[in-house]
């Protein structure tokens, strides 16, 4: 079977760095495009950035650009998101989803998730 | 504000078409392909529709996709309750040089 398995939900303070992993199995990881989504309480799905776990070519948006770190470890088919410096507005849960070699920029699998709640 | 714009809501009875419409620019959805994700309450997004009108492997025949110029639509044609949920558009913006969603529209099942 085809899955992300994302890791479990944290809860940090302020100020305080996480990375939190979207390990693929089924299927030749190193071969497709992860990208990152996060979705604030409430509100809509926004695209945070993708890499290439193969070469970890890293794309990110604009958006997204200086305030989080995405990278991979195609040895252990697993791709990482991170910050340094956490703040409130980063309570939201964030997807890993694969790209679709059929359709570009497709998300043809998603993780279930990972809640990420940051309060002092 | 997104720069794909969904309305937030619709509703129909079951058996009823709904349409979901997503409206963007030339740099968008003039440009490049649109997929539309469904997403249950309390779950991870799912692909519904990818390249403006294709279904996944699995995808019940009752959704439809389309794309006319700077548009795009969604259509569910004999809605089921297990249709409540949210769905989003979704394409590449060449200007932004990044993935777009839209804001998301409800649909309710009466």
């Known amino acids: 079977e085809i899955q992300l398995v994302q890791s479990g939900a944290e809860v940090k303070k302020p100020g305080e760095s996480l990375k939190i992993s979207c390990s693929g199995s089924?299927?030749?990881?190193?071969?497709?495009?992860i990208g990152w989504v996060r979705q604030m309480p409430g509100k809509g799905l926004e695209w945070m950035g993708i890499?290439?776990?193969?070469?970890?070519?890293?794309r990110y948006s604009p958006s997204f650009q200086g305030q989080v770190t995405i990278s991979a470890d195609k040895s252990i088919n697993t791709a990482y998101l991170e910050w340094s410096n956490l703040r409130a507005s980063d309570t939201a849960i964030y997807y890993c989803?694969?790209?679709?070699?059929?359709?570009?920029?497709?998300?043809?699998?998603w993780g279930r998730g990972t809640v990420v709640t940051v309060s002092s | 504000q997104s720069v794909l714009i969904q309305p937030p809501s619709t509703s129909g009875t079951p058996g009823q078409r709904v349409a979901i419409s997503c409206s963007g620019s030339n740099s968008n959805i003039g440009t490049n392909t649109v997929h539309w994700y469904q997403q249950l309450p309390g779950t991870a997004p799912k692909l519904l529709i990818y390249?403006?009108?294709q279904r996944p492997s699995g995808v019940p025949d009752r959704f439809s996709g389309s794309k006319s110029g700077t548009s795009a639509s969604l259509a569910i044609s004999a809605l089921q309750s297990e249709d409540e949920a949210d769905y989003y558009c979704?394409?590449?913006?060449?200007?932004?040089?990044?993935?777009?969603f839209g804001g998301g529209t409800k649909v309710t099942v009466l």
């Open positions: 979704s394409t590449w913006d060449d200007n932004l040089n990044g993935l777009l």
């Open positions: 089924g299927y030749k990881f190193f071969a497709y495009w």
């Open positions: 989803a694969r790209q679709s070699i059929i359709s570009a920029n497709a998300f043809d699998i």
């Open positions: 390249s403006n009108d």
């Open positions: 890499i290439y776990p193969q070469d970890s070519d890293t």
